[in-house]
């Protein structure tokens, strides 16, 4: 099994350059989404490293897209602190430290603790059963083969689960804030979740947090599906640490 992430791959050759948006029939005005959507992805999965700068002319080449849309999905990226934007000199990838590592873990942990406290407070049968299905749609993980088919589905039904655990809260608002830190947290989690979904002794660990952590939400403990939560949130921190370092991020 390949062990590699792309973080692994030299920049910009681990993918083809992209169809234009014409050439592929999708309507114009999807063409600055379809931007953001490969750009936030490529900076997420370190194709583009932190601090480096974003030359207009290579992502025209890379996406074969036109200014516009790049320039819009750059701004998009600006606000969302994973790009940066430097007065006349164009754009560079957001630096990375870990400093900003721990203050957005440490959030993303108490805002989190608190939706699935309110969750329970406010969360119907109906909560309930979707979060069952969730966690039985992630075990199933382990049947799947192929490192970048495990990579891609355990992230993205893992996400489903956790998602599942604060619909209950009621707050949109809070759900959108819960939105924006897990953006802001995206390529810090990345460098984790290649380190972590080949690793069975590290799968079984999850594994186990989440059980734990069904277990007290079912019950209906408030308090310790808060401390799981916030423990189980903070759990990557030293892991992405010592990566960060070793690929010399810091």
Known sequence: MDHSSPTDKSPH?????????TQQGTPRQNMGISAYAWLKQDIICGVYQPGEKLLMSRLKERYALGISPLREALSQLVSE?????????????????IEELADI???????EAMLVQLAIERGDDTWEAEILA????????????GADE????????????HSALVAGCGSRQLLIARESLFDQAARYRHLWLCQTVFSD???AAKRQEH???VDAILARDAKRAGDLTRD??????????DLMHARGLV
């Open 105 to 111: 873990y440490d959030a993303r942990s108490q805002l």
């Open 13 to 21: 050759k681990d993918k083809p350059p992209r169809q234009s948006s």
């Open 150 to 161: 495990m990579l891609d589905i355990w992230d993205r039904r893992h996400q489903a689960f």
């Open 211 to 213: 059980a734990d952590l």
């Open 201 to 203: 002794r590290a799968l």
């Open 81 to 97: 602190h994973l790009v940066v934007a430097i007065s006349q000199r164009g754009y560079r990838v957001a630096p990375m430290s």
């Open 134 to 145: 969730k966690a039985h749609t992630l075990a199933k993980v382990a049947e799947v083969h």
């Open 232 to 241: 189980h949130i903070m759990t990557p921190v030293p892991i992405i640490t």
